[in-house]
């Protein structure tokens, strides 16, 4: 069965500062990764994806993410946060065309300070 | 642009009490969900309903009962409650079973003492 590991739980940093967040999932076959974001009081919102293709993805609001196989990890990172990226951030994993149940990481609270 | 509604936002319980945690979302999606957050866990799935009609069991079934009303509502039934079930409970939703894109209601804060 597939698993995902986010090892940080809490990541503190400065504002402008780079930061990354660590994910490695564990799995034999081929899958699917996502990271998705929860911001206090909301639900989740998905932040990018890795189906196919080009190992780089990137969301819209600078976050972006890296397929690396061999290491099966899928880490996200940004170059200069913001105040506004304090959330908890979730790696997930799909084996397949299974998407309907979606394995979650632990998760990993990233917190912006001024 | 509501998406997906959950009703209500917190509730506290005493053991063995029942409650039913409702769930709307007006996308017209096929798929819904039920996900319980637990500190240390990530989300776990607990039912999720492909479409209309049809439910299945998750990761963490036991101590719920689902139903598919119809294809906007999915809801969530604690028959005893027990203290292991306090947890926050997300609802969410996808256009069709297969659809990566999870929408995601904001939550039920459950206690149950």
């Known amino acids: 069965a597939q698993s995902v590991t986010q090892l940080d739980s809490q990541v503190p940093v400065f504002e402008e500062a780079p930061v990354e967040l660590r994910c490695n999932y564990s799995?034999?076959?081929?899958?699917?990764l996502f990271w998705y974001v929860q911001y206090p009081n909301q639900g989740l919102q998905l932040l990018l994806k890795?189906?196919?293709?080009?190992?780089l993805v990137e969301s819209i609001n600078g976050f972006e993410a890296e397929f690396n196989k061999s290491q099966t990890s899928f880490h996200l990172r940004k170059p200069s946060v913001h105040i506004s990226d304090t959330a908890e951030y979730f790696c997930a994993v799909s084996v397949g065309t299974g998407f309907q149940k979606l394995v979650f990481g632990t998760g990993t609270r990233l917190l912006v300070s001024p | 642009n509501a998406g997906v509604t959950q009703t209500p936002k917190f509730q506290v319980l005493k053991t063995g009490q029942s409650m039913t945690l409702q769930c709307a979302q007006d996308?017209?999606?096929?798929?819904m969900y039920w996900y319980r957050q637990d500190p240390g866990m990530g989300l776990r799935l607990i039912y999720y309903s492909a479409s209309e009609g049809t439910t299945d069991k998750g990761e963490v079934p036991n101590g719920y009962n689902v139903s598919r009303l119809n294809k906007r509502e999915f809801s969530l039934r604690l028959e005893s409650a027990a203290p292991s079930q306090t947890s926050v409970y997300f609802c969410?939703?996808?256009?069709?079973?297969?659809?990566?894109?999870?929408?995601f209601g904001s939550g039920t804060q459950l206690s149950v003492l």
């Open positions: 969410a939703s996808s256009p069709r079973q297969g659809d990566e894109k999870l929408f």
């Open positions: 996308m017209n999606h096929n798929s």
């Open positions: 890795y189906l196919s293709g080009s190992t």
């Open positions: 799995s034999s076959v081929s899958v699917y």
